[in-house]
């Protein structure tokens, strides 16, 4: 009887020693974990910024607390336009911004994702197709690497107009200030309006003082910005779907964390995200149309003519990044064919 009470103490001393020696570098990883500080120009709670932090805090649960973040919103850490170059400096350790909007010469090939009536309004369709084509285009991928940080994600969202004058024909563009860039600049500029080159940021503070008269924008932030205190005019129908923001993480922060971390912060940010964004814009569209209604702004809706219309004008922005591209040997057309390819197949049916 003796032997076998000391059998089992013996069985019970290595079971607890295996227990200690398995968990307590798990136990003492959650106790010190590693922190990491993540940078977002915009303000806290809209459908983009509530879906990025709900990312964070599943990548903190499924690591069981190895990984804390601090949140810094509404440029209080970094300016969006610096947003790339304090990534790469360590500034902050995760984060983002319109970067391939704002530093289109660091990324030319990418521009196939401003061009406007390309692809469709599907979030999931242009956010699960970029995010392919950043891991598999070799020339799409080459300009990440260039950059010296780790892709994370993509976000688009249909692009609309909100102004103080209504929008429906091209001649309503003739001598109008919009807030513009890129493309869509260009096309503004080509239809007799003047295009004003703001960051998303400064475009509140320029329709107070008349710097412009509009802006191109998102249905998801017109209010939250309050675009609608200053234009009563909401042009509904979307003239593109844009890459307007990339998430990223510097590179010595993502060398430093271990494997099975990288692994759930790639596929959070991969298939996590997109979903956790659909789930707040469906919540949040309806409460920002009747917002928009509620504070007295005409809603617009472009006949299939008028349409048709608008996008014939604006078909020479295809030709001139197919031109452009070639003239660095890359087939333009084809990517263009490629992106569209898999949004269709990943646009919600």
Same mark, same amino acid.
């Given at each position: ?5 000391? !059998? ?7 079971? /607890?020693? *295996? =227990?200690?020696? %398995?968990?307590? +570098?798990?136990? @003492? ?110 020339? !799409? ?7 010296? /940080?780790? *892709? =994370?994600?993509? %976000?688009?969202? +249909?692009?609309? @107009? ?188």
């Amino acid at each position: 009887m003796e032997k076998k009470r000391n !059998l089992i103490f013996i069985y019970v001393v290595i079971f /607890v020693t *295996f =227990l200690a020696l %398995f968990y307590s +570098p798990l136990l @003492f990883a959650a106790s010190n974990p590693i922190i990491l500080k993540y940078s977002d120009p915009s303000k806290e709670g809209t459908a983009r910024t509530e879906a990025a932090k709900d990312t964070m805090l599943e990548i903190e649960k499924r690591t069981g607390g190895r990984v804390k973040h601090e949140f810094y919103w509404s440029e209080s850490l970094v300016k969006a336009k610096d947003s790339l170059e304090a990534l790469k400096a360590g500034t902050c350790d995760v984060g983002g911004a319109p970067d391939m909007v704002y530093h289109p010469g660091f990324f030319p090939v990418w521009q196939f994702s401003q061009i406007m009536f390309i692809g469709g309004p599907d979030l999931m369709g242009v956010m699960k197709a970029w995010n392919e084509m950043a891991r598999t285009h070799p020339k !799409l991928k080459e300009e990440i690497d260039r950059q010296g /940080v780790k *892709f =994370l994600g993509t %976000f688009g969202y +249909p692009t609309t @107009f909100i102004c103080k004058k209504p929008l429906a024909e091209l001649s309503d563009f003739k001598g109008l200030k919009l807030r513009a860039v890129g493309p869509t600049a260009k096309w503004l500029s080509s239809i007799g309006a003047t295009a004003v080159p703001l960051t998303f940021y400064e475009v509140t503070e320029g329709l107070a003082r008349g710097v412009i008269e509009g802006t191109m924008g998102y249905l998801y932030v017109h209010v939250p910005y309050k675009f609608h205190d200053f234009c009563k005019f909401f042009t509904a129908t979307p003239v593109a779907n844009a890459l307007i923001f990339n998430t990223w993480m510097n590179l010595e922060a993502w060398k430093r964390l271990p494997p099975d971390i990288q692994k759930i912060y790639e596929e959070a940010w991969r298939d996590y995200f997109p979903e956790a964004v659909l789930k707040h814009t469906d919540n949040e569209t309806a409460k920002q149309i009747k917002a928009l209604r509620d504070g007295g702004v005409k809603i617009t809706n472009l006949t299939p003519a008028q349409y048709a219309r608008w996008k014939e004008s604006a078909s020479n922005l295809d030709d001139e990044y197919v031109e452009k591209m070639k003239k660095i040997g890359v087939d333009g057309r084809k990517i263009i064919a490629d992106f569209e390819r898999l949004y269709k197949k990943y646009e919600k049916k």
